[in-house]
């Protein structure tokens, strides 16, 4: 579990997120979904390796990855407010 918690911890300082609200408060809220993927699941928990907030990905065991994104919506490129949240969207290995 520490090894989980300092992971977080480095990939919230190393990789900043590009998003239309503030970057800690974006990271803050997509963190919240990963991590949460992650308690969900014990064999991601078990063999987490790193969590990626600028590619919404979380690497696991040898090569596995969680894939996250946002739901499509037709926001102009330099449009400011809230976007859609981060949600799942597949993995590379089973994870039940």
């Not at 300082?13 to 992650?38: F, G, H, K, T, W």
């Not at 014990?42 to 090569?63: M, Q, R």
Request: hydrophobic residues 40%; negative net charge; charged residues 25%.
């Amino acid at each position: 579990m520490k090894r989980i918690v300092f992971l977080i911890i480095l990939s919230t300082l190393i990789e900043i997120s590009e998003a239309a609200l503030p970057p800690d408060y974006r990271n803050e809220l997509d963190l919240d979904v990963m991590v949460q993927y992650i308690k969900d699941h014990p064999v991601v928990a078990e063999g987490l390796k790193w969590i990626s907030l600028k590619n919404h990905t979380i690497y696991f065991n040898d090569c596995c990855k969680v894939i996250f994104g946002r739901q499509e919506t037709n926001l102009p490129d330099d449009y400011v407010g809230p976007v859609p949240p981060l949600e799942f969207k597949n993995t590379t290995c089973p994870v039940d």
